[in-house]
């Protein structure tokens, strides 16, 4: 018998096996074997979350959208897991891990072939925020099924472990978006993942336990997530379009206010229902509350930082998806053979240290990239890739024991939703904070370098003077030779005013994530 598995209750369904019976069938072993069923859903969806950066730039010149509308195939993804991730404490509770894990994974099935399969822009949006909202599902299930199936004092080590599946879909995803997108167009990345998702779906029927007895039957607050919903589209949407319209402009004030009213009739909600989507009584908890703060930055610098460094790479030094999702290879792998080793670490030192440590090293490795241009080496990049990355190895698995380490058994299920609610919620802001920023930047450094372009700046008489006399050769007409020497000149100034805006963006996500240190510092060791 497991620590874990003590006292475990019975299945409601005589077809659905319990955890209990689940261990007396396969062992000790049985751990691992529902660890591997987990991961191997995971991921693919995880997979899926980085494998379309890469082809981004395609998609944006194959649908001709800009940057501004393109990241919503990023925000879109991760706001709609985070409604997903609110309602995954009551599906467990209510269909158990079983049927939750299979009905999330078929369903990301079927919409990664409509996403495949989109002839616009605004269907392959609406696609991935479809994809987003089964991926919801999946993180908080694995953090549910590792509390269950693994004593305290093991539950970080289970997560390191579970972590190398998990994290070995975003690791390799840019290379092998890369490989797809070069090779068989943007249109393949939404295919490669379902192999693997297919696979996990029997694995789930003979591993996974059902419902519990004695869970309790509650009703889905449905009224929290439409006042969740229309918070987070309105918020979303006004951001992305302050930069387009102006931050004083009706749209932008209206969805601002629209979303400040539903988040307060969300948390009014919460209040007052009986089965709420957010245990709020969870932020009294001194440790939880600090681990949240920390993992809302801790997901903004994660995930724009998946979003900016393949845009980067590609439009600014050229490079080839593939090139561009090699680039980011090795830090991926490195991350798979850090992550169990800081999951062991977590279980025997304090998680303030490890989680300042982390912060740390991913500071300096997004902050450094302010140095970034068009002529970086590309084994540079990828040092500082791999730096941002161990730091990120070193925070995760602390975050999760400083986060749940004082809070009752009971609360687990509603801490590990919200938990991962927080997290996704600020990579939604963070890749949407970033869009915006770089397009505001870039912008400013814009007008700054056209208004130095003029006849009296001996730079640009020398530029259009040799452009001229090249163009000539190359066989271009005299009446035209001008105007496009003039239209090089521009697009090339555009793209010194980008690697401009791209390393104020680095620079700016690099202090977004030194803000975690002092909460990180304030977390408490307390043994479970």
């Not at 998990?166 to 393949?188: C, E, N, T």
């Not at 000539?472 to 555009?494: F, K, M, N, T």
């Amino acid at each position: 018998m497991t620590p874990a598995a003590k006292t475990p209750p019975k299945s409601a369904d005589t077809s659905q096996p319990s955890v209990q019976s689940l261990f007396e069938r396969y062992g000790e072993g049985y751990r691992w074997l529902a660890v591997a069923t987990i991961g191997l859903g995971t991921f693919s969806v995880l997979l899926m979350s980085t494998i379309v950066n890469v082809a981004i730039p395609e998609i944006m010149g194959s649908f001709g959208i800009g940057q501004n509308e393109a990241q919503w195939l990023s925000t879109g993804y991760l706001a709609s897991s985070t409604v997903s991730m609110l309602m995954s404490s009551w599906c467990l509770t209510r269909f158990g891990v079983q049927n939750t894990f299979f009905s999330a994974t078929l369903f990301f099935i079927l919409t990664s072939l409509l996403a495949g399969m989109s002839n616009t822009n605004e269907l392959l949006i609406l696609a991935r925020a479809l994809q987003g909202f089964c991926y919801g599902f999946f993180l908080p299930l694995a953090m549910y099924l590792m509390a269950r199936i693994f004593p305290p004092d093991k539950q970080g080590t289970g997560m390191g472990i579970f972590g190398i599946l998990a994290v070995m879909g975003p690791a390799i995803g840019p290379y092998i978006g890369g490989l797809a997108v070069d090779a068989l167009g943007w249109r393949s990345v939404f295919y490669i993942p379902l192999p693997m998702a297919l696979l996990s779906l029997p694995l789930a029927l003979l591993y996974l336990p059902g419902r519990d007895a004695d869970s309790p039957k509650q009703n889905l607050d449905w009224v929290g997530i439409g006042w969740l919903s229309v918070c987070i589209i309105h918020f979303l949407v006004g951001l992305s379009n302050g930069q387009k319209y102006g931050w004083n402009s009706d749209l932008v004030v209206f969805c601002l206010t629209v979303a400040t009213i539903a988040g307060l009739g969300f948390v009014y909600q919460q209040q007052r229902s009986a089965s709420p989507l957010m245990d709020l009584s969870l932020f009294k908890d001194r440790n939880f509350r600090l681990a949240a703060y920390v993992s809302a930055l801790f997901g903004g610098a994660l995930f724009s930082g998946m979003y900016i460094v393949p845009l980067f790479l590609q439009s600014i030094q050229g490079l080839t998806a593939t090139k561009a999702g090699l680039a980011m290879l090795p830090a991926g792998l490195l991350l798979t053979i850090a992550f169990p080793i800081s999951g062991r670490l977590s279980d025997r030192l304090p998680p303030h240290w490890m989680l300042i440590s982390g912060m740390l090293l991913m500071a300096y490795g997004t902050g450094v990239m302010v140095q970034a241009d068009q002529f970086t080496g590309f084994v540079l990049i990828c040092w500082w890739l791999v730096l941002s990355r161990v730091g990120m190895a070193m925070a995760m698995p602390a975050l999760s024991v400083a986060a749940f380490s004082t809070l009752p058994q009971h609360q687990l299920t509603q801490a590990s939703a919200t938990s991962n609610f927080i997290r996704q919620m600020g990579g939604a802001l963070g890749v949407n904070l970033t869009s915006v920023y770089l397009d505001r930047s870039t912008s400013y450094h814009m007008d700054y370098i056209t208004s130095t372009q003029h006849a009296a700046n001996p730079q640009t008489t020398s530029m259009l003077t040799q452009l001229t006399p090249a163009l000539h050769d190359s066989g271009v007409e005299q009446a035209l030779q001008e105007p496009l020497a003039a239209w090089i000149l521009s697009r090339e100034l555009y793209r010194q005013a980008l690697s401009l805006g791209f390393q104020d963006t680095f620079l700016i996500a690099g202090i977004a994530v030194l803000a975690a240190i002092i909460p990180s510092f304030m977390l408490r060791h307390i043994k479970r």
